[in-house]
């Protein structure tokens, strides 16, 4: 039934989850737009009669944010506003068998490799010429860069896996083509991401490469910073700290979700590391980059999780003081090893302890930001907002980390330029400053 009024067709993406998804959804957009159909990409409007949702499956709450996304859609086509609803993704490739029946509005379901048959429905064809060419919907001047696929890692908690696969390297010339085609449109920070980006290069080249990567994303003229997300600890490849220290370009950043501070839990995790090695490892990068700010990511409530293994996890906090750190309670994900731990820790346990680590980390990043009053720092500015420009360090990844807020009535910034910033006073979690 073709939407009453409506002339051509218009595509809307809608995109859930991580950025290496947010990837995957700019690919596609930058596929069918170049096959010449009428493409947007989280657009407001409701002038597109076909959606796309690009979902998300990783843990119980991402999975019902895709779900209610799905039910918003197919209500929308069965009031009519929408003629076509598809769905791509993790949540799709994990689920689609069961979701077929139950949601079924959806006019086609695709898995996270099937970008080829997704476009297939639109009578469009794969592009090979395009490849390296991506249109991006982050802010003009960063842009993420997926460096591979999918993970070889065992965690026990994990799905990722299940729905992305074995972990699949981009060729470094391929991701250098891709990096100078996105400087050329006016990118000036990279974020490298991947499942595991330290896995780099092991299954195409026999060896990890990461290394000789970053120091050739290093050498594109134009690129003011490049950024590492999803270093693993076990096997962690110690001759990219020399890179990143040699080279002013690569933020002094890392991010390494490390999960637990427990070694009774890591093991139970299969995470094939343990407290002590991580402290070392720590102290290591801390050492090669005395000036770093590592980011990591923990799990609150794994299966097995005792109140000793919690203390631990609050001890190992309060000694690595990371500069920036998230928490997850653990999600009881089928088809994981940990699923047939059976789901130990109560919900509200899993978010007490949840809350504890976060009050440890807003003390400790409270500090750190009081250390830099006083202080000048390159700020790239990311937008204008409420009356002030907003930016960020090169230790503050976007949408994760803190921001720098500056007044717009007293300070004349550009969006997408580096500024000198002292910084006037300070927050848990942000910074705000004026012009050096
Ligand atoms: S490294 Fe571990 S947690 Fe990360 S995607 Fe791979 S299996 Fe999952």
Redesign the pocket.
Known sequence: MKTKGKKKDKVNIVTLGCAKNLVDSEVLLTQLRGNKINTTHESAGDDSNIVIINTCGFIESAKQESIDTILQYAEAKAEGKVDRLYVTGCLSQRYRDDLKTELPGVDAWFGTMELPLLLKKFNANYKHELLGERITTTAKHYAYLKIAEG?????S?????LM?GKHVSKPIEELVRETESLVRNGTREVLLIA??STYYGLDIYGKRKLAELLDRLADIEGLEWLRLH?A?PTGFPEDILDVMANRPNICKYLDI?L?HGSSRMLEIMR?GTTREKTESLLGRIRNKIPDIAIRTTLIAGHPGETEEDFREMIDFVEQSRFERLGIFTYSHEENTHSYTLGDTVPEELKEERANLVMELQESISEDMNNDKVGKTYKVLIDRLESGNFIGRTEHDSPEVDNEVIIDANSNHLRIGNFSNIKITHSTAFDLYGRTA
């Open positions: 993970c070889d890692r065992p965690c908690f994990c799905a990722i896996p992305r499942q595991d999803y693993f979700p999960q995470r």
